[in-house]
């Protein structure tokens, strides 16, 4: 199996779904930033390309069909040259300040939270994700610095992708664009919507379970 799909889009567009629809879409895994909870060795490696240092993708990819949300969408021009024939997909939210606030509530609150001093595997992801967010912006818990970013993204890879291989997906469309780009038959069954933010601080112990 190859890499079909290369996730350019920001965490927090609706990617967790989206993660969830392409496997569906293309009967193989799409890899996201929950893999790192099954795959902690991953870790350093995406830590090395954060970094600028070169990885095997095809090695470190092996078995996947698409990549969507944090760390891929920050290496996602090396990962389409890794992958020439992958569709280039920028997942998007309806406005830039919709995206911040999901942002803070969930990424922005987890990275600054306390982190328990025994978790070393989540010392180690906590430290490549905060590094991954300085090389987005140094001003990534900063409102106007997060949004001038995420805004600046978007539109590198809308001026940089190939532009036959390039589609744009906000989570209000459905199972539609993604059909479109694979030449598949839209699924008789809803489509996921997943991740929301009560749902991600929760899954961080940031906010109870409840009864």
């Known amino acids: 199996m190859t890499l079909r799909v290369v996730g350019a889009g920001l965490g927090r567009t609706g990617t967790n779904s989206l993660k969830l629809a392409l496997e569906r879409l293309l009967g193989g895994r ?3 930033m929950s893999e790192l909870l099954q795959r902690p060795g991953d870790t350093e490696v995406w830590h090395s390309a954060i970094r600028g240092e070169p990885v095997e993708w095809r090695s470190l990819l092996q078995g996947f069909a698409a990549t969507v949300d944090w760390p891929a969408c920050a290496l996602w021009r090396e990962l389409q040259a890794a992958y020439p024939d992958s569709i280039v997909l920028l997942s998007v939210r309806e406005s830039s300040a919709e995206w911040w606030d999901s942002m803070e509530e969930t ?6 939270s306390s982190v328990p001093p025994e978790d ?13 967010m300085e090389s ?11 949004i001038a970013a995420y805004e600046a993204h978007n539109e ?27 030449g598949a038959a839209a699924p008789d069954e ?6 929301q933010k009560a749902d991600f601080r929760r899954s961080r112990g940031l906010e109870p379970a409840g009864p």
């Not at 990424?107 to 600054?112: F, K, Q, Y």
């Not at 809803?190 to 991740?195: I, L, Q, T, W």
């Open 120 to 132: 070393a595997e989540w010392v180690n992801r906590r430290a490549m994700i905060i590094d991954l």
């Open 156 to 182: 590198e890879v809308r001026r940089t992708a190939p532009g036959d291989r390039l589609v744009e997906w906000r989570p209000g469309d459905g199972w539609g664009p993604l059909c479109d780009m694979l």
């Open 30 to 32: 799409c890899y996201h």
């Open 136 to 146: 987005f912006t140094p001003g990534w818990r900063n409102r106007e610095d997060a």
């Open 190 to 195: 809803p489509f996921p919507h997943v991740n």
């Open 107 to 112: 990424i922005v609150s987890t990275l600054t």
